[in-house]
């Protein structure tokens, strides 16, 4: 059974750094072709993709978070990690980590963490 | 930031037959395939359709996709109240090197 589960702290206060964990469970991530990414969403707004980490530690990012991102893996606790920095209250938005199974098929994100919602306040 | 294109809204009445489009270019659906997500209300999203027209175990089959050129289409036939839902697509691009989700669509099932 596949699951993923986001943790980090729910309130930050803006210039900080965030650090969330993505613990997941059914599935390796040295396995070739699997991926997990984070994707956020603000309140009432849509999808926003954020980054990736595939089985051979390739990274991708957001093009407008690059500078701000870091997406990192534990294959041995089954956990990645994502943290970003400077912390701005437009971030406040649930974060979502979500894998794909095998990119070469172009599968898309079949299992989602219930995500973690992220308020960044003073 | 959001670089395909959906409408904001679509609706029917149960039965009827609802299409969502999306809308890109050549260096995202052009090029790679697209999935869609089903996100309903206070839950997280869920893959709907892979690789333009590809339905995960479980999906119904009244939910197909498609694509042509720099455009995709969601279909949904036989609309059902449990239907009523956020819908975005997505696709991988090349130019930003990063997947680009769709601006989103909310269904309404009037």
């Known amino acids: 059974q596949v699951t993923l589960r986001e943790s980090g702290p729910a309130l930050v206060k803006p210039t900080q750094t965030l650090t969330l964990t993505c613990t997941f469970s059914?599935?390796?991530?040295?396995?070739?072709?699997?991926?997990v990414s984070w994707i956020r969403q603000p309140p009432g707004k849509a999808l926003e993709w954020l980054a990736r980490?595939?089985?051979?530690?390739?990274?991708y990012y957001s093009t407008s978070l690059k500078t701000r991102l870091t997406i990192s893996k534990d294959t041995s606790k089954n956990q990645v990690v994502l943290t970003m920095t400077n912390m701005d209250p437009v971030d406040t938005a649930t974060y979502y980590c979500?894998?794909?199974?095998?990119?070469?098929?172009?599968?898309?994100?079949?299992?989602w963490g219930q995500g973690t919602l992220v308020t960044v306040s003073s | 930031q959001s670089v395909l294109t959906q409408p904001p809204s679509a609706s029917g009445t149960p039965g009827q037959r609802v299409t969502i489009s999306c809308s890109g270019s050549?260096?995202?659906?052009?090029?790679?395939?697209v999935n869609w997500y089903q996100q309903l209300p206070g839950t997280a999203p869920k893959l709907l359709i892979y690789?333009?027209?590809q339905r995960p175990s479980g999906v119904p089959d009244r939910f197909s996709g498609s694509k042509s050129g720099t455009s995709a289409s969601l279909a949904i036939s036989g609309l059902q109240s449990e239907d009523e839902a956020d819908y975005y697509c997505?696709?991988?691009?090349?130019?930003?090197?990063?997947?680009?989700f769709g601006t989103g669509t909310k269904v309404t099932v009037l």
């Open positions: 979500a894998r794909i199974p095998n990119v070469y098929d172009s599968s898309g994100y079949d299992y």
């Open positions: 059914g599935f390796s991530l040295s396995t070739s072709g699997m991926c």
């Open positions: 980490i595939d089985w051979d530690d390739d990274k």
């Open positions: 997505a696709a991988w691009d090349d130019s930003l090197n990063g997947l680009v």
């Open positions: 690789s333009n027209n």
């Open positions: 050549s260096s995202n659906i052009g090029s790679n395939t």
